[in-house]
């Protein structure tokens, strides 16, 4: 009984996503480089969990892709990096929706600490980067911004009366 209007996001999800990419873009101080939340993870976490059903890996996938064009990095990293989280999110969303923030918490910083040993090892195999510990600071920063951005997100879902 679904047609190809129930596969199609609302205006509210499209919104919040191009929100993110558009935190990514933000010009950051140079205190701060590496420890910039991954907004756009954030995002795509939160709907992952809220409308499973609706905004799958391909949304994540494209999401990621866009970054990569904003970006100017890669073609496909970040598009292979956001698919894999939404894949991990969408197939155990059952069992993360019965832990508390700080439980999502831990697991945003696993996520995004396998996302960017990822990054950081195509990055060495292409460019030669070194692996430093300051690159791992954007994990931590995004696991502390989940409780608000989830709480944020959460009320404009019920405000807009978005769901499944």
Same mark, same amino acid.
């Given at each position: ?19 993110? /990419?558009?935190? $990514?873009? +933000? ?5 701060? @480089?590496?420890? &910039?939340?991954?907004? *756009? ?28 064009? /904003?970006?100017? $990095?890669? +073609? ?5 990096? @956001?698919?894999? &989280?939404?894949?991990? *999110? ?43 510990? &300051? ?30």
């Amino acid at each position: 009984m679904s047609s190809h209007a129930d596969s199609r996001l609302s205006p509210v999800v499209l919104t919040t996503i191009v929100l993110a /990419l558009l935190l $990514s873009q +933000i010009p950051y101080p140079e205190w701060m @480089k590496y420890a &910039v939340p991954d907004w *756009v993870l954030l995002v795509l976490f939160y709907w992952c969990l809220a409308i499973p059903e609706r905004f799958g890996v391909g949304y994540a996938w494209l999401s990621g892709l866009l970054l990569d064009i /904003l970006n100017y $990095s890669l +073609i496909g990293l970040e598009a292979l990096e @956001k698919a894999f &989280v939404g894949f991990v *999110v969408i197939a155990t969303h059952r069992r993360i929706r019965l832990y508390d923030l700080w439980q999502q918490c831990i697991i945003i910083f696993v996520l995004c600490t396998i996302s960017i040993g990822f990054k950081l090892w195509v990055h060495n195999l292409v460019y030669g980067t070194e692996l430093q510990l &300051v690159y791992w600071q954007s994990a931590l920063t995004t696991c502390l911004f989940w409780p608000f951005v989830y709480m944020f997100l959460r009320v404009v879902r019920h405000r807009t009366g978005t769901s499944t």
